[in-house]
């Protein structure tokens, strides 16, 4: 199937910057839409952005709209997640998520392949 490998995440000061990544193998060609995806201790899984195959096709939560940027590498099978002004809130771990669909989703089950997290933790 699709192997989703996320890289990037640490342990930073709020107000600073961190750019995760997801790279994808196995059968690529299943991958489409890609969208990143947080869960806080004690919380659910939250929506954080998402890109279609038309790359200019994003959305994001409100609450990252303006710091956080999405991006895609199609040739490489590589999704990023540019993250600025960072607040102790960001703190989670992310995933990753990939659709064989071309249009992007906001909700979790609207991707089928996730890879295992990376933390990001933001310090005040």
């Known amino acids: 199937q699709v192997q989703l490998t996320e890289s990037g995440g640490g342990l930073v000061q709020a107000g600073t910057s961190l750019r995760v990544s997801c790279a994808a193998s196995?059968?690529?060609?299943?991958?489409?839409?890609m969208g990143w995806f947080r869960q806080a201790p004690g919380k659910e899984r939250e929506f954080v952005a998402g890109?279609?195959?038309?790359?200019?096709?994003?959305a994001y939560e409100d609450s990252v709209q303006g710091r956080f940027v999405i991006s895609r590498d199609k040739d490489n099978n590589m999704l990023f997640l540019q993250m600025d002004n960072l607040k102790p809130e960001d703190t989670a771990v992310y995933f990753c998520?990939?659709?064989?669909?071309?249009?992007?989703?906001?909700?979790?089950?609207?991707?089928?392949?996730w890879g295992q997290g990376t933390q990001v933790t933001i310090s005040s």
């Open positions: 890109i279609g195959w038309r790359e200019d096709n994003t």
């Open positions: 998520a990939a659709s064989p669909s071309p249009f992007l989703s906001t909700v979790a089950r609207g991707y089928d392949y």
């Open positions: 196995g059968r690529t060609f299943l991958v489409n839409a």
